[in-house]
């Protein structure tokens, strides 16, 4: 049990940014955040047991990840608006904490079956990858990806 | 403007770094930001209804009253316990394994019956007590609007506990369909 504990620390603390990311898209606030974050911490230690190391850690923890985060019901709060301008992604001067946080309320946003589809594809995940993630067709990945780019789009060129 | 550039500021996000340590800690139920509350919740009705089993022959006359009042209300109690331990079961372990749309789909069957279970033990439950506890009473007038009263408070807490069940299933029908 101890062995295992410790393996699963070390996989956990080599891949957290997965858990920040996908806690900072699905929760407003920074509380909210942090009780996201500990309870996909949780329940990855309870699914390690499991994990057959058939798909690529990240993957399984990007799965039980945004299976959490969707699987705790909250009662529906006012949707995220997006009042201040884009930062300016080619200005170098724009600190990377400002457009950190621009891209996650940009992504909040966005519905929460959308933000999951886009935040594999941001992480680099191929369409078929996605697919087999969320069990939806390769194709059906493809129209609906498109479409998230668009709202992504107009969010981006609202400034210009 | 490409959509892809944002590709680099998602990959450079979530730079803070929690040590090995205060992962651990984040396994353990007693850190836990809802199981704890939830599980102190839990062992309080837990103690309090058995409490009432041990106490309710002698405290409320249960010896005065015929078997099979007695018996309905032991089930009862114990079938709320049940309920409430499947209910603290479903939260310490929603559906997180499969894809995503198969998760979605789980969670809103799992939630469909613990509703029905749910809404069920708390109805045999409330009839329990005041089957026991109205039985061989000589009614008054103001004992039956105070009765009545009951009933109504009663069948009203049902139906927005059921609403309030239904809603949160429908999320998940929701969300599922959405994908």
Known sequence: MIFMEKIFLETIGAHQRIIFKVSRMYRNTPEDQQDLFQEIVYQLWRAFPGFRHESKVTT?????ALNTAMASYRKQ???VS???HPPDLADASESTSEREEWLFRALRTLGE???ALISLYLEDYSYAEIASL???SENYVGVKLSRIKEKLKTLLTSKN | MNIDDLK???????NESLSEKELAMMTRVRNHPTLRKLRIKFITEIVALIALLLL???GFDGAQKPLPINIILIMSILLYIINNALGYFQIQNPSVNGNIRVALAKQARSLQRLAVLSL????VYATALMIFFTYQMVFTQRKYIILSALIVSSILLFYYSWISWQRKIAHFRRLEADF
């Open chain 1, 60 to 64: 399984w923890m990007y799965r039980i």
């Open chain 1, 77 to 79: 709060k006012p949707p």
């Open chain 1, 82 to 84: 997006l009042s201040e």
């Open chain 1, 113 to 115: 079956s959308e933000r």
């Open chain 1, 134 to 136: 969320t069990g939806i």
């Open chain 2, 8 to 14: 680099s500021d998602w990959h450079r996000a979530g």
């Open chain 2, 56 to 58: 309710y022959y002698d």
């Open chain 2, 120 to 123: 069920t033990s708390s109805v």
